[in-house]
């Protein structure tokens, strides 16, 4: 079925992803969206054009502070309305309420149940029609006591138009039920979807309907109004001074409050709510609606993240919220300097002496897995250009960690690794074969297991789409396995100082912040669970280093050493150490 004409925009947060994809776009700037609207606000309050001197060229407000006003709020289903000696489209009426005055007289409100005509099921449209009016003073612009400088209105969408949610894909790939549906009727979704018919929209009733009157006193120039503030003033043309400001308050207003309406639904609920608004609330509101747009429109916010943002702030305490912008504030700043200090590590690192190789390679494998699995949940482009970058960065360890070279022996030219000297000259490639030996028993069988469990009782979209969740599955459950062929070696060497342990600092200080949400934040128990198995790993680091502490009188390859030893000494460890270089 065709949009109606009066469709509203936006789609809605449709079905929630897989708990992976979730995590992986958790990532989501809160401070980023605030930081813009709050920048945009202030850059036009100080780059607006300069007010002229003469006060003929201003534009000033029709009404005066605390002045009395009439409201009428009408229900039709036209969207331009004159029905004004209607008793069945009138269904609020309000009088003496004074403009731009805060207090309990100032907010008005009311509750009733609405009965939708049959053309409002049958995807039909219904708009509210707001007029106010100096106390005394008719709306009616056919009443003989009528005055256009005395009265003024507006017109809001009560029914919004939103495209209907995409059924869902994924099906039982041995066959048999699904969650809800069977595997047939998910079978004929797939090919109804092949045909690329029509985009299907239903109309969803806004149970609650927010009407703020602007307090704006500002003397505009008649031809350099500010842009966030032109599109909404409202100007009368005989005097080129403007009416206030009607602004439909739906800041709060979550997609999983509307209700859609159907031939089944007989009444539904219609909260009303009159009350003034300041300027500046007004227009961080706006400026934050624009924020997510612009969000929106370049692909780094996913329909249904605003809603979710919004019932932080709704349903958070205040003060948690406080603490949890802090600390995901600190752990950017952690995630950065461990970045950092992990690429100058790698690219200062000569020696592979110490260091598993084979995890580095594991670590690129398990980046490309959850890259391929983003790709296929078809993820904002921001989020895989994130995980591109990170999968481009895991290959680049790869070739400091071990010889990368092109074999053309064959007629396709195929990429060899080769170990390097320092790795494979000394016990270092036998600890790291040992260990990840017995350890890829383990993360076979786990992964076989998760796999056929997956397949057994979960739905997905296709067998690739299967082999990518139950990778993607492991990766997430059973990454912290390939950090422990570390573990062994530093056990076998008695030695942890070829460890970049200022990046493992940082990394650490991250995951006592995400034991913090772990608390905090509602997830699945399995979830809560697995957030301390990096505190294991990370434990037992530190109490390897506690065991094996570093010896402060060895000689570096520079030939200097943290403590003074004997000159004798001194000498015959740099010439040891020399000849150590020369073997590397």
């Given at each position: 079925?065709a ?8 789609g ?10 979730q ?21 036009s309050?100080?780059?607006?054009p300069k007010?002229?001197s ?13 002045e ?6 009408y ?6 309305f ?9 269904v609020w ?12 007289h100032?907010?008005r ?11 409002l099921?049958?995807?039909g ?14 709306p ?10 005395s ?5 809001h ?7 209907k949610?995409?059924a869902?894909k ?10 809800s ?14 045909d690329?018919?029509p ?15 602007v307090e704006?006193?500002?003397?505009y120039?008649r031809?350099?109004?500010p842009?966030n ?36 639904v ?13 300027m500046?609330?007004w ?6 609606d ?22 932080v702030?709704?349903?958070g ?8 912008m802090?600390v ?18 790698w ?11 084979k ?11 959850v ?8 993820t ?8 591109g ?14 010889h ?7 007629k396709?030219?195929?990429l ?20 990840m030996?017995?350890l890829?028993?383990?993360l ?7 796999s ?21 599955s ?15 070696i ?11 342990w200022?990046?493992?600092?940082y990394?650490?200080?991250?995951t ?7 608390f ?14 990096d505190?294991?790993i ?14 402060k009188?060895?000689?570096n ?25 020369k073997?590397n």
């Amino acid at each position: 079925m065709a949009p109606p004409a009066a469709a509203g925009g936006g789609g809605g947060g449709g079905g929630g992803g897989e708990q992976q994809q979730q995590r992986a776009q958790g990532g989501f700037s809160l401070t980023g969206i605030i930081r813009i609207a709050v920048f945009w606000y202030f850059a036009s309050k100080f780059f607006s054009p300069k007010k002229p001197s003469d006060p003929s060229m201003l534009m000033s407000n029709l009404f005066q502070k605390g002045e009395s006003l009439d409201m009428w709020v009408y229900l039709s289903e036209h969207e331009k309305f004159n029905d004004f000696g209607s008793e069945g489209a009138l269904v609020w009426h309000e009088t003496n309420i004074p403009y731009a005055e805060w207090g309990p007289h100032s907010t008005r409100s009311l509750s009733l149940t609405y009965h939708p005509s049959e053309a409002l099921k049958q995807n039909g449209s219904l708009y509210a029609h707001v007029f106010f009016a100096r106390s005394g003073y008719p709306p009616d612009p056919s009443d003989p006591e009528y005055q256009p400088l005395s009265a003024f209105g507006k017109t809001h969408p009560v029914v919004i138009h939103l495209p209907k949610s995409k059924a869902d894909k994924r099906k039982r790939l041995l066959g048999g039920q699904g969650e809800s549906d069977g595997a047939g009727s998910v079978s004929q979704v797939i090919e109804e979807d092949k045909d690329e018919g029509p985009v299907e929209w239903i109309p969803y009733w806004k149970p609650n309907v927010t009407i703020n009157l602007v307090e704006d006193f500002t003397r505009y120039p008649r031809n350099a109004v500010p842009p966030n503030v032109a599109p909404y003033l409202n100007v009368e043309p005989t005097t080129g001074s403007y009416y206030p400001t009607i602004f439909f308050n739906e800041f709060w207003l979550l997609r999983n409050k509307l209700i859609p309406i159907n031939e089944t639904v007989d009444e539904v609920p219609l909260n009303l709510e009159v009350g003034p608004i300041s300027m500046t609330k007004w227009q961080l509101f706006l400026q934050i609606d624009q924020s997510f747009q612009v969000h929106r429109s370049y692909g780094s916010m996913l329909e249904g993240e605003s809603d979710e943002l919004k019932r932080v702030f709704l349903e958070g305490n205040p003060y948690l919220l406080g603490i949890t912008m802090v600390v995901s504030l600190l752990h950017s700043v952690f995630d950065f300097l461990a970045f950092k200090n992990d690429i100058q590590f790698w690219n200062k690192n000569k020696s592979m002496e110490g260091l598993s190789a084979k995890s580095v390679v594991v670590n690129f494998i398990s980046q490309l897995i959850v890259f391929l699995y983003l790709l296929d949940n078809d993820t904002s482009w921001m989020i895989l250009a994130s995980s591109g970058v990170g999968c481009c960065i895991e290959f680049w360890k790869i070739g400091k960690a071990m010889h990368i070279e092109i074999d053309r022996s064959g007629k396709i030219p195929m990429l060899k690794f080769r170990d390097r000297e320092s790795y494979a000259g000394n016990k270092t490639k036998e600890y790291d074969d040992l260990a990840m030996k017995y350890l890829s028993y383990v993360l076979f069988f786990l992964v076989a297991c998760s796999s056929v469990y997956s397949l057994m009782y979960e739905s997905h979209k296709s067998w690739y789409s299967w082999i990518l969740s139950s990778l993607t599955s492991c990766v997430y459950m059973f990454g912290f396995i390939t950090m422990c062929p570390q573990l062994f070696i530093n056990y076998k060497l008695k030695s942890v100082a070829h460890l970049p342990w200022r990046q493992m600092t940082y990394k650490f200080l991250n995951t006592i912040i995400d034991d913090l949400f772990a608390f905090v934040i509602k997830m699945p128990t399995l979830h809560r669970l697995s957030v301390f198995r990096d505190d294991i790993i990370f434990l037992i680091y530190v109490y390897q280093r506690w065991v094996y502490p570093v010896d402060k009188t060895r000689v570096n390859e520079f030939g200097f050493a943290g403590e003074d030893v004997p000159a004798s000494q001194g000498a015959e460890v740099v010439s040891s150490t020399e000849g150590d270089k020369k073997t590397n």
